[in-house]
């Protein structure tokens, strides 16, 4: 039998671990649980905190908990939790001892060693504490092993000849980036820059002042004042983040965030991609000075690399790939998940020094893009074939991603939905898959135009859903593509091609009235509150739920009605998936909604 040794990621916001089970490296867990938020605290009854239960306290009581402490690994500073002092590595190793624990639980087996990563940019001081947080928790860290090394191996990028990269990782709480050259079994590091004091913490932070400003504005009271409203704050702003990063728009509402005199005052507020790239582009941009340095120090250019590797959560914002895209000219790769890369990577190198041969992590991906057509400009004139991919190729399945589009003109209230496979920017150059009709929208009013969200959804069976929606009604229309992911034959696309074209050629006269600046797709009406997935009990009540709030959508002010639209949007896609923990945090959201919309009518 072979020594246990397991990997693990020792993350600044997220840490994870990661061993050789059943032939092949994976991240452990209890159930679905895969990652340990790094948050420790002592709740008001002495009781340790440790992963997801501290992060939740942070937002009540942020003087008994410690978040982000990988950014003073190899200080001597101390953090207070509770009535008691605490060095950086002591509280490293409660997070590493609850990760012993996850896999002790998943395996049967309590590890004894184990190769934990570290930022290329870590000094000897910060690497020394990390040993040090291994030790106090019991483990013989038999390796430390650099982050883009790990994430190379997650990858297994280099297999055969010899290959360039760069490993471009922004986490939580660090950014490094660092030009490899990968040949078989053998990664080695050319160059390494970074900032050991930025990541998705510090955008966190912007938007959680963008917050505070707005609550400032709206009610005169500054939300620094009150420690627990301003963590509740940074908490919400880490959420929106995340749902920025795949959903154009998200609305954040927090009731009762300070009581001003006996009042409550709520805090709502939309927040767009585009107003929170341009709050965090100055950083990002900063990470491109680190690039320019790893790329003069390793010797190499932007031309000499044969890949481009995401690593960490905060690569997920779009923004990050458009940037890496215009300065390096190269399509950058997420393909393995960036929040579980380092620690799979992590587990390959513990799976090989215990004697298991292995190869790469494997990963289920979508091997084509899929998007939609639109009316846009090719030449200098209007082409009603546009393409624009909303599911990139090589992202990691399942997924699920929204881009939004707008009608063409004010009075228009129908729009075609046409979806393709493929690269081209032409989408008749591309395999069409579906198409459906989306039809009574709203006018809108003046020179406004509609706002329409296409959401694509692509589950590990291939199979599809695009779902057109109008932001403004919550009015939607879907269609389903099985089998999306098998190749075609060239019989299928050309039956499929010239079955489109009959429909396209019969409306290029239409004076356009069913095109639009954005995607097209194919459709039946939306009936999710009749998916079998959730228990019958909840499905029934979700019936009546749904129900009420859609009669109610018409008489509500337009900010409920917003919200409205969101939870109806949870709620469906939480039946859909069976997700019963998010469709009761999503009805008791919309109840209260309910409630409080028909209080004042």
Not at 581 to 589: D, I
């Amino acid at each position: 039998m072979s020594e246990l040794i397991v990997g693990i990621d020792l993350g600044t916001t997220n840490s994870e671990v990661a061993a050789f089970v059943g032939g092949e490296v994976r991240v452990l867990g209890p159930g679905e649980r895969k990652i340990l938020p790094s948050v420790v605290g002592i709740s008001p009854s002495g009781e340790l905190l440790v992963g997801e239960s501290a992060r939740n306290q942070h937002r009540v009581y942020p003087e008994r908990t410690v978040r982000s402490i990988k950014r003073r690994m190899g200080t001597a500073e101390k953090v207070d939790l509770g009535d008691k002092q605490f060095s950086p590595s002591e509280i490293s190793s409660l997070i590493l001892r609850e990760l012993v624990e996850w896999a002790h639980k998943s395996l049967g087996q309590r590890p004894e060693k184990a190769v934990i990563t570290v930022p290329a940019y870590f000094s000897d001081a910060q690497r020394n504490a990390t040993r040090e947080a291994g030790a106090l928790a019991g483990l013989d860290v038999v390796r430390i092993l650099n982050e883009p090394t790990a994430a190379s191996l997650a990858y297994g990028y280099g297999e055969g000849k010899r290959h360039t990269a760069m490993v471009y990782d922004l986490g939580g709480g660090t950014f490094d980036v660092s030009i490899v050259t990968m040949e078989g079994d053998i990664t080695e590091v050319l160059a390494s820059h970074g900032n050991n004091h930025l990541g998705g913490d510090d955008f966190d932070d912007l938007l959680a002042g963008r917050l505070a400003q707005e609550f400032e504005q709206r009610h005169g009271v500054f939300v620094t004042k009150y420690p627990s409203a301003k963590a509740r704050l940074w908490w919400a702003a880490e959420e929106a983040k995340k749902r920025l990063s795949f959903e154009p728009y998200v609305k954040i509402r927090e009731e009762a965030l300070v009581m001003d005199g006996g009042k409550p005052l709520h805090l709502e507020v939309e927040i767009s991609r585009e107003e929170y790239e341009q709050m965090i582009q100055p950083l990002v941009e900063t990470t491109f000075d680190s690039v320019s340095k790893a790329l003069r120090d390793s010797g190499k250019s932007p031309g000499d690399l044969d890949a481009i590797l995401l690593v960490g959560g905060s690569t997920r914002t779009p923004l990050v790939s458009s940037l890496l895209r215009r300065h390096c000219d190269l399509e950058p790769r997420q393909d393995v998940h960036p929040d579980l890369c380092v620690a799979l990577g992590a587990g390959v190198m513990a799976s090989r020094l215990s004697g298991q041969h292995v190869d790469r992590v494997l990963v289920d991906v979508s091997p084509y893009s899929f998007g939609v057509a639109y009316l846009g400009d090719r030449g200098g004139f209007p082409y009603p074939h546009c393409y624009k991919p909303i599911v990139q190729r090589n992202t990691p399945l399942p997924l699920t991603r929204t881009e939004r589009f707008y009608t063409t003109h004010p009075e228009q209230t129908t729009v075609e939905v046409r979806v393709f496979q493929g690269e081209d920017e032409d989408a008749l150059k591309n395999v069409p898959v579906g198409d459906f009709r989306i039809s009574g929208l709203a006018e809108s009013k003046g020179e406004d135009l509609n706002e329409v969200l296409c959401r694509m959804r692509l589950d590990l069976d291939g199979i599809l859903e695009v779902t057109a929606i109008e932001k403004q009604t919550g009015k939607s229309k879907q269609i389903t593509i099985a089998k999306a992911l098998e190749a075609k034959s060239e019989k299928e696309i050309a039956e499929a091609r010239s079955r489109l074209q009959e429909i396209y050629g019969s409306r290029m006269e239409e004076d356009e009235e069913g095109l639009w600046d954005i995607e097209q797709v194919a459709t039946e009406e939306v009936s999710p509150e009749r998916a079998p997935s959730l228990p019958s009990d909840l499905a029934g009540e979700a019936d009546q739920l749904l129900s009420k709030a859609r009669t109610l959508l018409g008489s509500m002010h337009p900010d409920d009605r917003e919200e409205t639209i969101d939870l109806i949007e949870r709620i469906t896609n939480a039946m859909r998936e069976g997700d019963v923990e998010e469709y009761k945090s999503a009805a008791h959201s919309l109840s209260e909604l309910i409630f409080f919309v028909g209080g004042k009518e």
